[in-house]
T-cell receptor, first 116, second 114 residues
Framework: NAGVTQTPKFQVLKTGQSMTLQCAQDMNHNSMYWYRQDPGMGLRLIYYSASEGTTDKGEVPNGYNVSRLNKREFSLRLESAAPSQTSVYFC???????????????FGSGTQLSVL | QKEVEQDPGPLSVPEGAIVSLNCTYSNSAFQYFMWYRQYSRKGPELLMYTYSSGNKEDGRFTAQVDKSSKYISLFIRDSQPSDSATYLCAMSRLSGAGSYQLTFGKGTKLSVIP
């Protein structure tokens, strides 16, 4: 019963390097999300995908791109990493289409990313 | 003023104590209220959710919403060391773009001491 699986769990990058964070869910959920969590800032939405084939910007999309590969998978790409992108990244999914009044999110275990 | 305020703690209590965790909010448009629990190095997990003002109970946990005061609480009775975690409040409202926006509090770190 995997739920939401994120890879990798840890990553260290140098400034300017690129990488892709992978996320997959096995709950047949329609919607998927990428959040970042920083000390003192809480959880902030980067991008979300209400359904397969659609993506929308969240609160802090700059410096990131996303791909909804299929219903199960949603990836987050950093094209040119910056130290300000050092954070813990969480993928989440929900069975509600997009963010609705009563969206209940199921989170992965997170990716701890350090950009030097 | 931030939309959702939550005291980050840390909060340390002895085992068996009653714990009260709180969030205040400034926007009366928030309609749905949730509490997530996050263990160290794990993702948040949904603990409780409620829509209306009043209390909702689930085992040792009680969620309380007071819309008139823009105040929500989570009470934990007979707290256990396994309750040691960070608790995040979350609430949703209709955004200007026509979809709903989910806003999280920063989380309160709780330690229950045996």
């Amino acid at each position: 019963n995997a739920g939401v699986t994120q890879t990798p769990k840890f990553q260290v990058l140098k400034t300017g390097q690129s990488m892709t964070l992978q996320c997959a869910q096995d709950m047949n959920h329609n919607s998927m999300y990428w959040y970042r969590q920083d000390p003192g800032m809480g959880l902030r939405l980067i991008y979300y995908s209400a359904s397969e084939g659609t993506t929308d910007k969240g609160e802090v999309p700059n410096g990131y791109n996303v791909s909804r590969l299929n219903k199960r998978e949603f990836s987050l790409r950093l094209e040119s990493a910056a130290p300000s992108q050092t954070s813990v990244y969480f993928c989440a999914s929900s069975d509600i289409l997009g963010l609705s009044r009563n969206t209940k999110l199921f989170f992965g275990s997170g990716t701890q990313l350090s950009v030097l | 003023q931030k939309e959702v305020e939550q005291d980050p703690g840390p909060l340390s209590v002895p085992e068996g104590a009653i714990v009260s965790l709180n969030c205040t909010y400034s926007n009366s448009a928030f309609q749905y209220f949730m509490w997530y629990r996050q263990y160290s190095r794990k993702g948040p997990e949904l603990l409780m959710y409620t829509y209306s003002s009043g209390n909702k109970e689930d085992g040792r946990f009680t969620a309380q919403v007071d819309k008139s005061s823009k105040y929500i609480s989570l009470f934990i009775r007979d707290s256990q060391p396994s309750d040691s975690a960070t608790y995040l409040c979350a609430m949703s409202r209709l955004s200007g773009a026509g979809s709903y926006q989910l806003t999280f509090g920063k989380g309160t770190k709780l330690s229950v001491i045996p």
